[in-house]
T-cell receptor, first 111, second 116 residues
Framework: GEDVEQSLFLSVREGDSSVINCTYT??????LYWYKQEPGAGLQLLTY?????DMKQDQRLTVLLNKKDKHLSLRIADTQTGDSAIYFC???????????FGTGTSLTVIP | ETGVTQTPRHLVMGMTNKKSLKCEQH?????MYWYKQSAKKPLELMFV???????ENNSVPSRFSPECPNSSHLFLHLHTLQPEDSALYLC???????????????FGPGTRLTVT
Protein backbone atom coordinates (compact mmCIF):
# COMPACT_ATOMS: atom_id res chain seq x y z
CA GLY A 1 0.00 0.00 0.00
CA GLU A 2 0.86 3.67 -0.03
CA ASP A 3 0.73 4.23 3.71
CA VAL A 4 3.35 3.66 6.38
CA GLU A 5 1.55 1.36 8.81
CA GLN A 6 1.77 1.10 12.57
CA SER A 7 -0.42 -0.28 15.31
CA LEU A 8 -2.29 2.48 17.09
CA PHE A 9 -1.79 1.37 20.69
CA LEU A 10 0.69 -0.53 22.87
CA SER A 11 0.70 -1.03 26.65
CA VAL A 12 3.63 -2.41 28.64
CA ARG A 13 4.55 -2.67 32.29
CA GLU A 14 7.31 -0.50 33.69
CA GLY A 15 10.64 -2.30 33.43
CA ASP A 16 9.58 -4.52 30.53
CA SER A 17 10.76 -4.08 26.95
CA SER A 18 8.54 -2.37 24.39
CA VAL A 19 8.61 -3.26 20.71
CA ILE A 20 6.93 -0.89 18.27
CA ASN A 21 6.57 -2.15 14.73
CA CYS A 22 6.23 -0.36 11.42
CA THR A 23 5.80 -1.42 7.81
CA TYR A 24 6.99 1.07 5.24
CA THR A 25 6.32 1.23 1.55
CA UNK A 26 9.31 2.12 -0.59
CA UNK A 27 12.22 -0.30 -0.81
CA UNK A 28 14.42 2.50 -2.13
CA UNK A 29 13.91 4.71 0.92
CA UNK A 30 17.33 5.77 2.12
CA UNK A 31 16.65 6.74 5.72
CA LEU A 32 14.09 5.50 8.19
CA TYR A 33 13.29 7.38 11.37
CA TRP A 34 11.64 7.05 14.72
CA TYR A 35 10.12 10.16 16.26
CA LYS A 36 8.57 10.61 19.71
CA GLN A 37 5.70 12.97 20.48
CA GLU A 38 4.93 13.82 24.08
CA PRO A 39 1.59 15.41 25.03
CA GLY A 40 1.29 19.00 23.85
CA ALA A 41 4.56 18.87 21.96
CA GLY A 42 5.78 18.40 18.42
CA LEU A 43 7.66 15.39 17.14
CA GLN A 44 11.21 14.87 18.37
CA LEU A 45 13.70 12.71 16.49
CA LEU A 46 14.68 9.69 18.57
CA THR A 47 16.88 7.80 16.17
CA TYR A 48 17.30 6.94 12.51
CA UNK A 49 18.82 4.15 10.48
CA UNK A 50 20.38 4.18 7.05
CA UNK A 51 18.98 1.61 4.66
CA UNK A 52 22.26 -0.34 4.31
CA UNK A 53 22.18 -1.21 8.02
CA ASP A 54 20.05 -3.88 9.64
CA MET A 55 20.49 -2.83 13.26
CA LYS A 56 21.36 0.26 15.24
CA GLN A 57 21.65 0.50 19.01
CA ASP A 58 21.60 3.70 21.04
CA GLN A 59 21.49 3.22 24.81
CA ARG A 60 18.04 1.75 25.60
CA LEU A 61 16.90 1.96 21.97
CA THR A 62 17.45 -0.73 19.35
CA VAL A 63 16.28 -0.29 15.78
CA LEU A 64 15.93 -3.34 13.55
CA LEU A 65 15.47 -3.07 9.80
CA ASN A 66 14.31 -5.87 7.52
CA LYS A 67 14.57 -4.46 4.01
CA LYS A 68 13.19 -7.56 2.35
CA ASP A 69 9.92 -7.27 4.27
CA LYS A 70 10.09 -3.46 4.55
CA HIS A 71 9.72 -3.80 8.28
CA LEU A 72 11.16 -1.50 10.90
CA SER A 73 10.98 -1.94 14.65
CA LEU A 74 11.95 0.07 17.70
CA ARG A 75 12.76 -1.75 20.91
CA ILE A 76 12.90 0.21 24.15
CA ALA A 77 14.62 -1.70 26.95
CA ASP A 78 13.61 -1.21 30.59
CA THR A 79 10.63 0.95 29.64
CA GLN A 80 9.93 3.81 32.04
CA THR A 81 6.78 5.87 32.65
CA GLY A 82 8.53 8.79 30.94
CA ASP A 83 8.56 6.75 27.74
CA SER A 84 4.78 7.06 27.49
CA ALA A 85 4.20 8.98 24.26
CA ILE A 86 3.25 8.54 20.63
CA TYR A 87 5.98 7.02 18.47
CA PHE A 88 6.04 7.74 14.73
CA CYS A 89 7.83 5.75 12.10
CA UNK A 90 8.86 7.70 8.98
CA UNK A 91 10.58 6.93 5.69
CA UNK A 92 12.40 9.33 3.45
CA UNK A 93 11.73 8.26 -0.11
CA UNK A 94 14.04 9.04 -2.99
CA UNK A 95 11.18 10.10 -5.23
CA UNK A 96 10.12 13.65 -4.39
CA UNK A 97 12.42 13.70 -1.34
CA UNK A 98 9.46 13.68 0.99
CA UNK A 99 9.05 12.21 4.43
CA UNK A 100 6.15 9.80 4.93
CA PHE A 101 4.91 9.19 8.44
CA GLY A 102 2.77 6.48 9.97
CA THR A 103 -0.26 7.00 12.21
CA GLY A 104 1.87 6.85 15.33
CA THR A 105 1.74 4.20 18.07
CA SER A 106 0.54 5.41 21.44
CA LEU A 107 2.69 3.72 24.08
CA THR A 108 1.30 3.53 27.61
CA VAL A 109 3.62 2.41 30.38
CA ILE A 110 1.82 0.94 33.37
CA PRO A 111 3.57 1.51 36.72
CA GLU B 1 12.89 23.31 22.87
CA THR B 2 13.67 22.32 19.28
CA GLY B 3 14.36 25.78 17.82
CA VAL B 4 11.05 25.82 15.94
CA THR B 5 8.25 27.96 17.39
CA GLN B 6 4.62 28.14 16.37
CA THR B 7 1.91 30.65 17.23
CA PRO B 8 -0.79 30.54 18.29
CA ARG B 9 -0.73 27.26 20.21
CA HIS B 10 -4.52 27.02 20.15
CA LEU B 11 -7.01 28.56 17.73
CA VAL B 12 -10.78 28.35 17.53
CA MET B 13 -12.35 29.82 14.44
CA GLY B 14 -15.68 29.89 12.67
CA MET B 15 -16.10 28.67 9.13
CA THR B 16 -16.28 32.22 7.78
CA ASN B 17 -13.20 33.55 9.58
CA LYS B 18 -9.77 34.24 8.18
CA LYS B 19 -6.77 33.49 10.35
CA SER B 20 -3.07 32.75 9.97
CA LEU B 21 -0.70 30.31 11.62
CA LYS B 22 2.91 31.35 12.08
CA CYS B 23 6.07 29.30 12.28
CA GLU B 24 9.61 30.51 12.92
CA GLN B 25 12.82 28.48 12.98
CA HIS B 26 16.04 29.60 14.62
CA UNK B 27 18.21 26.79 13.26
CA UNK B 28 19.50 28.26 10.03
CA UNK B 29 17.67 25.63 8.01
CA UNK B 30 16.73 26.01 4.35
CA UNK B 31 13.59 23.90 4.15
CA MET B 32 10.28 24.29 5.99
CA TYR B 33 7.18 22.12 6.04
CA TRP B 34 3.52 22.18 7.08
CA TYR B 35 1.92 18.94 8.30
CA LYS B 36 -1.60 18.12 9.42
CA GLN B 37 -1.98 15.67 12.32
CA SER B 38 -5.40 14.07 12.77
CA ALA B 39 -6.27 11.31 15.21
CA LYS B 40 -5.68 7.77 13.91
CA LYS B 41 -4.38 8.99 10.55
CA PRO B 42 -0.84 9.20 9.21
CA LEU B 43 0.80 12.56 9.51
CA GLU B 44 -0.08 14.38 6.28
CA LEU B 45 2.48 16.54 4.52
CA MET B 46 0.78 19.65 3.17
CA PHE B 47 3.48 21.98 1.83
CA VAL B 48 7.25 22.07 1.43
CA UNK B 49 9.41 25.13 0.91
CA UNK B 50 13.08 24.88 0.01
CA UNK B 51 15.07 28.12 -0.10
CA UNK B 52 11.73 30.02 0.06
CA UNK B 53 10.41 28.28 -3.05
CA UNK B 54 7.42 25.99 -2.79
CA UNK B 55 8.51 22.58 -3.99
CA GLU B 56 5.59 20.41 -2.94
CA ASN B 57 1.85 20.93 -2.64
CA ASN B 58 0.16 17.67 -1.83
CA SER B 59 -3.33 18.31 -3.24
CA VAL B 60 -4.22 20.62 -0.39
CA PRO B 61 -7.54 22.53 -0.74
CA SER B 62 -7.17 26.17 -1.71
CA ARG B 63 -8.68 27.29 1.60
CA PHE B 64 -5.15 26.66 2.94
CA SER B 65 -2.65 29.13 1.54
CA PRO B 66 1.04 29.00 2.54
CA GLU B 67 3.48 31.88 2.52
CA CYS B 68 7.24 31.78 3.03
CA PRO B 69 8.67 35.33 3.05
CA ASN B 70 12.17 34.13 4.05
CA SER B 71 13.85 30.88 5.04
CA SER B 72 13.13 31.47 8.75
CA HIS B 73 9.41 32.17 8.60
CA LEU B 74 6.45 30.19 7.30
CA PHE B 75 2.77 31.08 7.44
CA LEU B 76 -0.40 29.15 6.77
CA HIS B 77 -3.32 31.40 5.88
CA LEU B 78 -6.74 29.92 6.57
CA HIS B 79 -10.12 30.95 5.18
CA THR B 80 -13.58 29.41 4.95
CA LEU B 81 -12.44 26.24 6.68
CA GLN B 82 -14.61 23.20 7.35
CA PRO B 83 -15.08 21.35 10.65
CA GLU B 84 -13.07 18.41 9.25
CA ASP B 85 -10.07 20.75 9.05
CA SER B 86 -9.87 20.68 12.85
CA ALA B 87 -6.51 19.11 13.67
CA LEU B 88 -3.04 19.78 15.01
CA TYR B 89 -0.97 21.68 12.45
CA LEU B 90 2.74 21.07 12.76
CA CYS B 91 5.56 23.05 11.27
CA UNK B 92 8.99 21.50 10.71
CA UNK B 93 12.32 22.54 9.28
CA UNK B 94 15.38 20.72 7.98
CA UNK B 95 18.75 21.60 6.54
CA UNK B 96 17.59 20.88 2.99
CA UNK B 97 14.85 18.95 1.29
CA UNK B 98 17.15 17.70 -1.49
CA UNK B 99 18.67 14.27 -1.97
CA UNK B 100 21.33 12.68 0.17
CA UNK B 101 22.07 12.99 3.86
CA UNK B 102 19.76 12.16 6.70
CA UNK B 103 18.01 15.57 6.65
CA UNK B 104 16.22 15.03 9.91
CA UNK B 105 13.32 17.32 10.55
CA UNK B 106 12.83 19.46 13.62
CA PHE B 107 9.24 20.06 14.63
CA GLY B 108 7.47 22.87 16.40
CA PRO B 109 4.89 22.17 19.13
CA GLY B 110 1.96 22.63 16.76
CA THR B 111 -1.18 24.74 16.63
CA ARG B 112 -4.34 22.99 17.79
CA LEU B 113 -7.03 24.26 15.42
CA THR B 114 -10.76 23.86 16.06
CA VAL B 115 -13.22 24.92 13.38
CA THR B 116 -16.73 25.49 14.65
Amino acid sequence: GEDVEQSLFLSVREGDSSVINCTYTDSSSTYLYWYKQEPGAGLQLLTYIFSNMDMKQDQRLTVLLNKKDKHLSLRIADTQTGDSAIYFCAERRNTGNQFYFGTGTSLTVIP
Amino acid sequence: ETGVTQTPRHLVMGMTNKKSLKCEQHLGHNAMYWYKQSAKKPLELMFVYNFKEQTENNSVPSRFSPECPNSSHLFLHLHTLQPEDSALYLCASSQDSGTGGKYEQYFGPGTRLTVT
